[in-house]
């Protein structure tokens, strides 16, 4: 039997990328419309409600406005956008989560897509905060660099587009000062913590890729849990993971590109600590237009309609 996709806002970034992954697909239909019709609410309304699955690539509220559109209730809905991440209604479409989250995807009809950065912090942090090892009130810094296709096409035409009036020779640039960004609300109810991080993010001047770092200092933790516990938590958590590699504590990296993974749909995390110090540096990497948006969002897509979970993704 044919499913038939939707994707809405296909034309974009995050949007080009899903639709080159499902072209790995079989029986699978994409369906779209003419540059002249996205706009038209109509033809809109057809689309969404004529496909099996719809992937929404929009901003929020623009996403918002897709889901009030959908009247078929078979339609199913992966949301890329960050309108419905907290929203109890819908699943959390990261399936690594927590050992229900797969089956809550694979329930419900609707799903939101994670935040790149939130993947890696919620890779690490998750397993730590449910085994209490890190507890619910503790204070958390995250620090993330992201090439500058997390921006968009806005960030893209700034950082490529020598033509543009905002075009920008920066090499690095950090963001986020007023401490507001829109990914902390995930992270913080995601992570089951009861006061939202630190989130220190920052864009450096290559194009896709990406750094995800929590600090600890472990003598601060009750109990006070060692670097080998830390990693023996997370190393445990995902062995039987698909998608997510945990790096032994013997690995030999004194430092990491950014773009490790860059062009993979795949996530990586590394312990680095001192044990006589009692420090650690929690370090996730990953594409942030794969495992960070369109792998994802295909990944959600395969669990959704009872496909290997891996299909059409780069391993």
């Excluded at 890190?134 to 020598?162: C, H, L, Q, W």
């Excluded at 993010?201 to 830390?230: C, D, I, Q, T």
């Excluded at 590394?270 to 369109?294: H, S």
Aim: hydrophobic share 40%.
């Amino acid at each position: 039997m044919t499913t038939k996709v939707f994707i809405d806002g296909g034309a974009g970034t995050t949007g080009l990328e899903i639709r080159e992954r499902l072209a790995k697909h079989e029986g699978l239909q994409l369906q779209s419309l003419e540059s002249d019709k996205r706009k038209d609410p109509k033809a809109r309304a057809e689309a969404l409600n004529g496909a099996d699955v719809v992937i929404l690539c929009l901003p929020d509220d623009a996403a918002r406005e897709a889901v009030s559109l959908i009247t078929n209730p078979e339609v199913k809905v992966i949301d890329a956008s960050t309108a419905h991440r907290t929203d109890k209604a819908w699943a959390y479409g990261f399936a690594e989560l927590d050992p229900k989250q797969r089956g809550a995807i694979a329930g419900s009809k609707r799903v939101s897509n994670p935040g790149c950065y939130p993947t890696g912090f919620l890779a690490l942090m998750r397993p730590l905060t449910r085994a209490g090892l890190i507890p619910k009130d503790f204070p958390v810094t995250v620090n993330a660099v992201s090439g500058y296709s997390g921006g968009g096409r806005t960030m893209i035409t700034e950082f490529e587009d020598e033509k543009a009036p905002t075009h920008t020779l920066e090499t690095f640039r950090t963001y986020g000062l007023t401490l507001q960004h829109k990914h902390v609300g995930e992270m913080e109810t995601h992570a089951r913590l009861s006061h939202p991080p630190i989130f220190a993010p920052s864009v450096g001047r290559f194009y896709r890729g990406m750094l995800v770092e929590v600090p600890l200092n472990l003598w601060a933790l009750k109990g006070h849990p060692s670097v080998h516990e830390v990693h023996e938590v997370l190393a445990e958590t995902y062995c039987k993971e698909p998608l997510v590699d945990v790096a032994s504590l013997e690995d030999g990296h004194s430092t990491l590109d950014a773009e490790i993974l860059k062009g993979k749909d795949t996530l990586r995390l590394y312990v680095f600590g001192n044990e006589t110090r009692g420090q650690a540096r929690l370090i996730a990497a990953l594409d942030n237009l794969g495992k960070g948006a369109a792998g994802a969002a295909v990944q959600n897509l395969n669990i959704m309609t009872g496909r290997p979970e891996t299909e059409g993704l780069v391993l």
